[in-house]
Structures are given as C-alpha cells and as structure tokens.
C-alpha cells in the first residue's frame, strides 16, 4: 500500500532531462522527513540513488539530483542514457510511525 | 563492503508463518546506528516497508502488519530475521532484507539480493 505517488513511467531521448515526481501528504514530506531515491533494474534488488538532502553515495553520477518542496519531491536525470532506464522508487517516513515507498515509475529511454 | 543474504523456504502454506533470515557479512550486526530492515515486493509491484530492528532490539512495524510480523536479532551469528503470521496468497512476494541508515526515517543500503516466497497449498 504506496503512501507516495509516482506517476507510472517517463520517457526522454538519450542526452535529455527527465524529472520524476513523488507526491506525498502532511504526514510524511510534508511533515519535513527527507526523501530517498532507488532505482531497479529487472529482476535485482533496488539500489540506493540518493539520499538525506541531495546527497549521491560513491559512484552514482552528478546527473541524478532531487529536490523537495512542500509534500513532493522530484528526481532529475540530466543527460539521460541507455543504463539508466530501470524503475525508480522514492522512499521516505511517515508519521504514522512507518516507513514509506512510491508507487514507481520506469523511465524508458527512446 | 557489507552485504546482506536472505535465507528460508521459497514455498509456504496458507495459514502457516513465514520464516526467512539474513545473514550479514563483512560487518557486525551489534555495530551501533543501523536498522536492519525487512521489505518486500510482490510481483510486478512497488516495495512496501515490513519493518526494522535496532541493534539493542528495539523493533518497529509497519501498522498494517503489525500484528502479524516478528523481527529478531542474533547476534551471535551475525543474522536477523523475519516471522509472518497466518499467511494468505497476498504475502506472495519478493522479500528483502536490507540495512537502514540515517536513523528511523533513513535510508536502506545495501539491500540483500531477494528471496521470493510462494503462499499456495
């Protein structure tokens, strides 16, 4: 049961910028807890993309950032290519006391 | 590097309870400010969170499962793991075990690499 809506799939031509976005309610982003991106390719676990305020762990290219604003949040993928297209979770906390994910969305690169 | 391995039966019956441990590698369980997590997949849909143990055992739940789920540690083998109760066909799903940083409201990383558990008689 996603807290966090996703909108199902997006889709850019190699080289260009996508955003997905990651829309919550007062009892999570809106309430202040952080975002958290993964993505996932087919048939392997998520891996973490981003996390806490815009920060990338080792390896994970400049191209991807987030940003967050009242009770949503966006990933953006500049430059986008081949290797990225995968599904992309947000994740984040709710104050119901549990954690939360987006519905997903597959990014398709054209 | 740690890396984290699901272990348990990939088919379950109706009714019964869901047994399933991870096993962790390449760092200690008791080590402080980690919440090893559970979270699962069912099939062609997104993630939900199932729930997490504190190194000092403390747990937290997701509400809708609550009464169902258990988490435990043992530190002595390094593993936790995830009991699920009075299963039915829509406990079908991948389950991950993972490790939660940044606190309660963190992040998971790294992620087990999956065990997907069948309910069916």
């Known amino acids: 049961q996603s807290v966090l809506t996703q909108p199902p799939s997006v889709s850019g031509a190699p080289g260009q910028r996508v955003t997905i976005s990651c829309t919550g309610s007062?009892?999570?982003?809106?309430?202040?807890?952080?975002v958290h991106w993964y993505h996932q390719l087919p048939g392997t676990a998520p891996k973490l993309l981003m996390y806490g305020k815009n920060n990338r762990p080792s390896g994970v290219p400049d191209r991807f950032s987030g940003s967050k604003s009242g009770t949503s949040a966006s990933l953006a993928i500049t430059g986008l290519q081949a290797e990225d297209e995968a599904d992309y979770y947000c994740?984040?906390?709710?104050?119901?006391?549990?954690?939360?994910f987006g519905t997903g969305t597959k990014v398709t690169v054209l | 590097q740690v890396q984290l391995q699901e272990s348990g039966p990939g088919l379950v019956k109706p009714s019964q309870t869901l047994s399933l441990t991870c096993t962790v590698s390449g760092g200690s369980i008791s080590s402080g400010g980690y919440y090893w997590s559970w979270i699962r997949q069912h099939p062609g849909k997104g993630l939900e969170w199932i729930g997490y143990i504190y190194y000092s055992g403390s747990t937290y739940y997701n509400p809708s499962l609550k009464s169902r789920v258990t988490i435990s540690v043992d530190t002595s083998k390094n593993q936790f793991s995830l009991k699920l109760s009075s299963v039915t066909a829509a406990d079908t799903a991948v389950y991950y075990c993972a490790r939660g940083l940044g606190g309660a409201t963190g992040w998971f990383d790294p992620w087990g690499q999956g065990t997907l558990v069948t309910v069916s008689s």
């Open positions: 994740q984040s906390y709710d104050s119901s006391l549990s954690g939360v």
């Open positions: 007062s009892s999570n982003i809106g309430a202040g807890y952080d």
